[in-house]
């Protein structure tokens, strides 16, 4: 997937006030901190958020890390987090320890840890939802431990992998679709059967 010189202007401009949005929600609310969704319907979409997301977040001062899992194993992509946040990698190379590792990573970092392509991880459909429900929750849980996560999880990934997966993590994210002046695509969703979305261009 090949990903524009240029982003463009409306990209980042949704992004940077949706990622001010978040980080003011989940720095000030005294709910659990939620996750960010960015989706689309069209390889396009997700080529012009991966372009305008390390801008965005640069103008908003926020360090961070974006991670592109497609093709990847899960004990690579948490590796790859974990040294990205400046973490050793943990000496046992399975996933369970890489999963501890990445807990503690990222419950003591500030940073917006972007999750890119997560649907094209080299898993089943099953695991991938987990993936993304446990990256979310080790934040949205790490109260537990009496500690104030300061970091931020975004995703950039179809609507597809975000209607398949609602059960699963949905209910913890704030959604962002393209915006789109010509088409309009919905930035807005019905809901389906159990609260899940039917993310449908309008």
Known sequence: MSMPADPSETYVDCCRQAFLR??????TSTHNPDGMFLFGFVDDHLDAFRAAVPVALRQTGRP???VDCAGKTLLAVYTEIITDLGQPAPKRRDRYSAGKALEAALTNSAHTIVISRLSELKASRRLTAGVARHLVKILDDAHYRDVRAFGDV???DRASFLERGWDWFGPYLQLVGPPDPLREFLDKHSSGPGGRPWLTPV
């Open 22 to 27: 978040l980080a003011k929600r989940n720095r």
């Open 64 to 66: 961070f890390t974006i």
């Open 154 to 156: 975004l995703f950039i």
